[in-house]
């Protein structure tokens, strides 16, 4: 009799068996971190710490007298303190955050981050909790506060955000917390809401640039405004001034209205700020130039100047407006220092 | 109605409670209550007025004066510390309410009124301290939540002075009622677990004893009388319905041996202590027979004497050691001065089977030599003893003449210059249960055979309700025992029925006492031994569940009867079931998918359409070529994989194509 089909065809089920009972279990990364970390934070308010030397102090005479009305107002307080675990965490669990932040933020400049907060139980409403954000030490966030979220309800309300550090910061979690219900205890809970920002450096001028002259290839100086440059500025309408062939006909075959298309003005004016992106003996120096040269950056495009960006790794050619602005801000956003040392400077070369 | 309306009322109901259960504490006068709930009611129109009459500076120091008027309290009058306290907190709380403005001072004075609780806590032993606390835990509950949600949003929002509606009204209350009820119901589970001590180090006292007579070393021929007709319980006994004789039931207090024309006294010191042995009970004697188990709860009491049905054999008890003697009389060494609760087993049968030759004090009859009394009394016992030929036919036949030829009445007209005995058997003829008992224990002396008097209590009212007696002053009654060889002490009572207090419960009262009655056995009561005998009964029903479940298992292999399965273990194997498949079927990881795309492949399944193994999302959707699908799947990418959540817009429209999905489907 040949076997061999009877053992081989369930074998890979049988092995999988087999792995499944005596196989070693990976566990992943995150539902360990879960299970070492207690998922609660609790600390007494003084008004426990109250509540608990009195329980204490009653519990004792209980014991003292053996008096069974003592033992029934003991443990009639120790079931408040039951009831207060149950009732703050049927507040805060089940609530979820979101955060909006505006486009651009600015080292040190607070802005303000809507916050919604939804709470995902059918039947509980969740009660007078906080949501603070957790973040590194560098960013500084208000934290909300939400009187009330009815069973599958949501409100919102706004935080001053301020980063005090240019760069990408992820915004990892929430710490949502409670008093609720008799203000005993202070309960929270982190609820993980992802968000990454990039905070551009800040842009407050501290002494106007000093513009040195350069000897260019770029061109002699014009009038700021619009112009005949090639950079889209904005869409009018048509009037009898305008030159017909100027008419935006893409526009007018979408709206039916007779518009022009108005360009920005190639700038005359041209600026070349050089920030030597060495790596500062000093600390903070680094960072220190990288504001100023953002400062320069913003106040030279606003001055109607077509401005660029030299590094020791890159170039930006120079460009008005705000586009360019945006461009420049990003860059010193995420730039690191170069490789060598030195004092790093920023210089703004002008045509 | 507005929110500062809303806490004024529960401030003042609060206040009420405070007030009732000062009532509660013992020695503090109704006057002193009455007076402060009055002033209470003065504050609440004025509240109501919005007037404030003392300034809210004046009030530290006028608490300070309240403090130095307490302190002499103490010292001086009341000399009880919880007296004192009551009075100081009520005053306070009064003082409170004239001073009510913010938030600080309602807390004050909700937490004056717990002390005030926790003061009648200490003093009282009355059920409705439960209603108090009950009500007390919903007002506290509901005060605690506002203030704490009040302070939370003045904190967020400093500039704010009001508080949203949100916060109260109808479904808010019930909330707060339901938390209570929980909150009540989790009190008791704590309650009957919390561990406790075998003794408490200091019982506490009361000086409000009951004053019981008959139960000390010499009794007066009268004093009986005057209490069979007070009302107030003196102990209840719990029996075993099983148990309980269809007859009269006798609870034993005191055995008396030697008269001296005036009354009786105990002259005996044949008394012997007894310590528990190692199970906690006082074995006292060896007699014959089925022993009755009784629970007992006595009052606080000016005697030492327990009592106990019939013979007792051992008692179960909160005591050090006991005193017993041979006639059958249990003692504490001192009066417990507190109500206590015991257990007792006894044999009901009307013979002590104590053969032993009885001490020469039972047949003392010195008070029959003296004056022609005695030989009164000499003479009637041979007429009414007459043919008779054991002492037990004697005994019976001055029973049965006691019995039939004198009148009952407690007020009997005593006829001047004869003693009391004289007066009941040749004056007036007429008596209770001591001049009944006595004169038969003369008699039986007369004819030379041994016998005592016993005090006690006779029946009592029976609940049914709760299987336990009700016993009162006016059950106290006396009886007699006489010594007859070969068969021990025999029990002989020659007061007629009449003497036998008959009730009439109505059902109300009967409830009411029920109520009384758990209350005390298992609040006020409550005990280690109760404890014990509660872990030891959960033991039992453990061991049994598992008996039967073996027994079933063990049945169904061999073949054996399926009805015998226990309902008990089907439930169990219901629960393991449910436990093990909770277990093996919880998901190990929450599922990424976002419901409403799980939803969506629901609704398409129904209609014969699944996304195949190997399929993608976006294969899916292309290959079912709905647009509805196609822009859920759409949806399912931004928020499965594009790394932010759908904007309301988006849920929106998702919400729009599953209704069309699922209509038509």
């Known amino acids: 009799m040949n076997l061999r089909p009877a053992i081989s065809v369930p074998l890979p089920w049988l092995i999988i068996l087999f792995g499944k009972v005596f196989g070693k279990k990976v566990a992943e990364p995150r539902v360990k971190k879960r299970l070492l970390k207690f998922p609660r934070s609790l600390s007494i308010t003084r008004e426990g710490k109250w509540f608990i030397g009195i329980l204490l102090f009653i519990g004792v005479a209980a014991i003292n007298t053996g008096n069974n009305l003592l033992y029934l107002v003991v443990a009639t307080l120790l079931s408040l303190i039951i009831i207060s675990g149950i009732m703050s965490e049927s507040t805060i669990k089940g609530v979820t955050v979101e955060r909006t932040l505006p486009k651009r933020v600015f080292k040190g400049a607070p802005v303000v981050a809507r916050l919604k907060a939804r709470n995902r139980k059918r039947t509980f409403p969740s009660f007078s909790f906080s949501v603070r954000e957790l973040t590194e030490a560098s960013v500084v966030a208000e934290p909300a506060y939400f009187l009330k979220l009815e069973p599958l309800g949501e409100a919102q309300t706004t935080a001053k955000y301020t980063f005090g550090e240019r760069g990408v910061h992820r915004l990892s979690a929430f710490k949502v917390a409670t008093r609720f219900p008799f203000g005993l205890f202070l309960k929270g809970r982190e609820e993980a809401s992802v968000h990454e920002v990039l905070v551009y450096p800040s842009t407050k001028l501290k002494a106007r640039p000093a513009l040195m002259p350069a000897y260019s290839a770029y061109g002699a100086e014009r009038a700021k405004g619009k112009g005949n440059g090639t950079e889209f500025h904005a869409l009018r309408d048509y009037t009898f001034a305008d030159d017909s062939r100027r008419i935006y006909w893409r526009s007018v075959a979408r709206t039916g209205k007779l518009s022009v298309k108005e360009f920005e003005q190639e700038s005359e004016r041209k600026a070349v700020i050089v920030f030597e992106n060495l790596e500062a003996l000093r600390k903070g120096a680094f960072e220190d130039a990288v504001d100023e040269a953002a400062s320069y950056a913003d106040y030279l495009i606003n001055e109607g100047y077509a401005v660029g960006l030299k590094t020791l790794a890159y170039e930006i050619a120079p460009r008005a407006g705000k586009d360019q602005l945006e461009r420049i801000l990003y860059s010193l956003a995420l730039i690191t220092p170069a490789r060598s040392k030195g004092t790093p400077g920023v210089k703004v070369l002008a045509y | ?665």
């Open chain 2, 1 to 665: 109605m507005n929110l500062n309306a809303y806490t004024l009322i529960v401030t003042y109901l609060m206040a009420g409670l405070g007030l009732a259960a000062i009532s509660l504490v013992e020695s503090i006068g109704a006057a002193f209550t009455l007076a402060m709930a009055g002033a209470a009611a003065f504050t609440l129109a004025l509240n109501l007025k919005g007037r404030r009459i003392i300034p809210g500076a004046i009030w530290n120091p006028l608490a300070a004066v309240v403090f130095a008027f307490f302190i002499a309290d103490y010292l001086a009058f009341s000399g009880s510390l919880i007296v004192a306290a009551g009075r100081f907190l009520t005053i306070l709380l009064v003082l409170k309410l004239f001073d009510l403005a913010r938030n600080r001072d309602f807390v004050i004075a909700y937490g004056i009124v717990f002390f005030q609780i926790l003061s009648a806590a200490a003093s009282t032993v009355s059920p409705i301290f439960l209603i108090i606390l009950s009500l007390f835990i919903i007002g506290a509950i509901w005060a605690m939540i506002l203030f704490n949600m009040k302070r939370d949003y003045q904190e967020a929002h400093p500039a704010e002075k009001g508080f949203p509606r949100v916060a109260f009204g109808g479904p808010f209350f019930a909330y707060v009622v339901g938390a209570s009820a929980f909150s009540i119901v989790v009190t008791f589970i704590i309650f009957f677990i919390m561990p406790r001590m075998e003794f408490g180090f200091f019982q506490r006292k009361t000086l409000n004893t009951v004053k019981v007579s008959g139960f000390s070393d010499r009794v007066d021929l009268g004093t009986i009388g005057p209490v069979k007709e007070d009302p107030t319980i003196i102990m209840r006994v719990g029996i075993n319905p099983i148990d309980k004789p269809d007859g009269l039931i006798y609870f034993r207090g005191m055995a008396l041996d030697s008269y001296d024309g005036k009354g009786w006294s105990k002259t005996l010191k044949d008394e012997i202590v007894i310590r528990r042995n190692d199970g906690g009970v006082f074995n006292l004697t060896r007699l014959e027979g089925r022993a009755i188990e009784q629970s007992i709860l006595l009052e606080p009491l000016d005697t030492d004497v327990l009592f106990a049905a019939g013979n007792p054999v051992s008692i179960e008890g909160p005591f050090q050691n006991i005193w017993f003697d041979r006639s059958g009389t249990i003692r504490l060494p001192s009066p417990p001065y507190s109500r206590i609760q015991y257990k007792a087993r006894s044999i009901l049968s009307p013979v002590r089977k104590d053969l032993s030759m009885p001490l020469l004090q039972y047949s003392d009859t010195s008070f029959l030599n003296e004056g022609p009394e005695g030989a009164r009394i000499k003479a009637l016992a041979e007429s009414v003893t007459d043919g008779a030929l054991g002492a037990r036919e004697i005994a019976q036949a001055i029973e049965a003449h006691l019995k039939s030829s004198y009148s009952y009445t407690l007020n009997p007209n005593a006829s001047a210059g004869l003693s009391p005995l004289d007066d009941f058997l040749f004056g007036s003829r007429q008596g209770y249960c001591e001049h009944y008992a006595t004169a038969m224990a003369a008699l039986l002396r007369a004819k030379g055979i041994p016998s005592r008097i016993v005090t006690g209590f006779l029946n009592g009212e029976w609940n049914g309700l709760g299987s336990y007696y009700i016993v009162r002053q006016q059950d106290a009654h006396s009886w007699v025992e006489a010594f007859i060889e070969h068969d021990g002490w025999v029990r002989f009572d020659p007061t007629p029925s009449a003497g036998v207090v008959s009730y009439s419960p109505s059902p109300v009262s009967l409830y009411m006492d029920l109520l009384r009655w758990r209350w005390n056995r298992y609040i006020i009561q409550f005990s280690f031994s109760d404890q014990r005998q509660i872990a030891m009964r959960f033991e039992g029903v453990g061991a049994g569940v598992f008996e039967n479940l073996r027994n079933a298992l063990l049945e169904k292999k061999t073949g054996g009867a399926a009805s015998k399965f226990s309902p008990v273990a089907v439930v169990v194997v219901i629960v393991v079931g449910l436990i093990v498949w909770r277990l093996f079927t919880r998901k190990k990881t929450p599922s990424r998918t976002p419901r409403f795309y799980a939803e969506m492949l629901r609704t398409l399944k129904r209609r014969g359409l699944s996304r195949k193994p190997a399929e993608t999302p976006l294969e899916f959707a292309e290959r079912t070529g709905i647009t509805e699908v196609k822009d859920i799947t759409t949806a399912l990418h931004i928020e499965r994989y594009g790394g932010r959540r759908l904007t309301e817009a988006e849920r929106g429209s998702v919400d729009a194509a599953m209704g069309r999905l699922k209509r038509s489907a």
